[in-house]
């Protein structure tokens, strides 16, 4: 099975392409707010690397937030795009957990953080056992409110921008969410009171 992992949430651009356990194609760019002009030469620029046409993937995984407001734009128009024209059936998972997949092969608490607006981050806590287990759903709160969950967490793992790791060989398809109607597909854009 062929799949197109793609997201452009944060400063990091990430693009792989994996042949049922292989990584065949594999790109992660710090951007600077110019994802839209990097992920179309990324994708194409692995096509031709690998010799692939886009119908040749099985399906699309797409981060689908939370994170920047135009990052998250980015790539869901993109994997929608694909999806429909070619009918490749779509798949999101949440940003917050894509960037962290590589840690998945620990066991333990993880939290995950990106930035959001001044003195907001966009969080979620993990658990890892036997099982990948959601202990707190992705949410918008106040740097504070982060620094709570840490202290209640102490033995937690902490994932940011600065250390995320990606390795799409830990994500279960249990995180996965299949998209059943692409026109209604939104990003998660997580906002709370401001």
């Known amino acids: 099975m062929k799949t197109m992992f793609m997201d452009t949430s944060t400063q990091a651009l990430i693009l792989c392409f994996l042949d049922d356990r292989e990584i065949i194609y ?8 110019n994802h839209s002009d990097n992920l179309l030469k990324k994708i194409q620029e692995g096509l031709v690397q690998t010799n692939l046409e886009v119908k040749d993937f099985d399906r699309i995984v797409v981060g689908i937030g939370p994170g920047l407001y ?9 994997a929608k795009m694909f999806s429909w024209t070619v009918n490749i059936p779509l798949y999101t998972i949440s940003s917050l957990k894509l960037i962290a997949c590589g840690y998945f ?8 953080k990106t930035h959001a607006k001044k003195n ?4 979620t806590v993990i658990n890892i056992k ?9 949410k918008f709160i106040t740097i504070q409110e982060f620094n709570d969950i840490i202290d209640k967490y102490e033995d937690a793992t902490i994932v940011d921008e600065t250390n995320y790791k990606f ?5 279960k ?3 996965l969410t299949q998209v059943e109607d692409i026109n209604l597909l939104e990003p998660n854009y997580l906002r709370g009171e401001l």
């Open 105 to 112: 092969n620990e066991m333990g608490n993880i939290i995950i």
């Open 70 to 78: 135009t990052g998250l734009r980015v790539s869901l128009t993109v």
């Open 130 to 138: 036997q099982k990948i287990t959601t202990i707190i759903e992705d």
């Open 173 to 175: 398809d249990y995180l």
């Open 26 to 33: 594999h790109q992660e760019l710090i951007g600077n707010n």
């Open 167 to 171: 390795d799409p060989l830990y994500i």
């Open 120 to 123: 907001y981050v966009y969080c």
